[in-house]
């Protein structure tokens, strides 16, 4: 097992486990996030399989640190995090989410981005950005081809959590299982895909991205530049990152 500070890479023949571990939620900082960068550029070479998952008992990932939204830091933050996105977008590799407990704001990007999504029961799924003046812009590209628009809206605009059951009902999880039985179905999924053909599978999802007709990194720079040149200059953003950091109720100016 190879560690660093944040994160925990473990292979298996053409398996590689990334365990999220920063407690108590594993969010994500940009420190974090290079690390995960920097493994995935020794991963996608060599592996078939990537499983993310999240340490500790209460979740997958609440999401990115709040600290680094803001205007000082959040350039920086967008280019370590939606570098994550490129590789794994490029990427010939197939990833798997497997998803416990809280799985919000970053961390759902992550985890509903991944190929195959294996949540328990009690999973919770959500995009709180809203409420603190922002916007996902991973989120914003990828729920409509997953969930629909009407469904992208509903979660984006409201900034609500759902449960694992809804999230699969809506696109977002492929597999739900048992609290309990978390790495026994990741595990059941591996046994799965793992006898079939490495190169047709490689083949097969990349056609399927071809034809979803998707231009993820084009459209995703779009939802960046977006986020940077308007929406981070308005007042509004700014006062919702404030006042989580300061633990009160934003005071909303924008109209």
């Known amino acids: 097992m190879t560690e660093t500070s944040t994160i925990h890479v473990r292979t298996e023949g053409r398996t590689a486990w990334v365990t999220l571990d920063r407690p108590p939620l594993n969010v994500m900082d940009i420190a974090m996030m290079r690390e995960i960068g920097a493994a995935l550029d020794d991963l996608l070479?060599?592996?078939?399989?990537?499983?993310?998952?999240?340490?500790?008992?209460?979740?997958?990932?609440?999401?990115?640190?709040?600290?680094?939204?803001?205007?000082?830091?959040?350039?920086?933050?967008?280019?370590?995090?939606?570098g994550i996105f490129g590789k794994l977008w490029r990427a010939d590799c197939i990833t798997i989410a497997a998803v416990h407990g809280v799985c919000l704001g970053g961390g759902c990007e992550l985890a509903t981005f991944c190929d195959f999504v294996v949540a328990t029961e009690s999973a919770k799924f959500g995009q709180p950005e809203i409420k603190l003046g922002c916007f996902p812009p991973v989120a914003l590209v990828t729920f409509p081809a997953l969930a629909g628009p009407r469904a992208a809206l509903d979660l984006i605009?409201?900034?609500?959590?759902?449960?694992?059951?809804?999230?699969?009902?809506?696109?977002?999880?492929?597999?739900?299982?048992?609290?309990?039985?978390?790495?026994?179905?990741?595990?059941?999924?591996?046994?799965?895909?793992?006898?079939?053909?490495?190169?047709?599978?490689?083949?097969?999802?990349?056609?399927?991205?071809?034809?979803?007709?998707?231009?993820f990194e084009k459209s995703l720079h779009a939802a960046e530049q977006f986020y940077l040149n308007d929406l981070m200059k308005t007042e509004d953003a700014c006062e919702g990152i404030q006042a989580f950091l300061e633990k009160r109720f934003p005071v909303w100016h924008g109209r």
């Open 157 to 215: 605009l409201t900034g609500r959590t759902i449960l694992a059951p809804e999230a699969k009902q809506l696109g977002l999880v492929s597999r739900v299982c048992p609290d309990d039985a978390l790495a026994a179905s990741v595990d059941a999924l591996l046994k799965e895909i793992g006898g079939l053909s490495p190169a047709v599978l490689r083949m097969t999802r990349r056609a399927l991205l071809q034809r979803s007709g998707m231009d």
């Open 45 to 82: 070479p060599r592996c078939e399989f990537i499983v993310f998952q999240g340490a500790g008992p209460k979740g997958f990932s609440a999401g990115a640190e709040v600290k680094d939204h803001t205007p000082d830091r959040v350039r920086e933050m967008l280019s370590a995090f939606h």
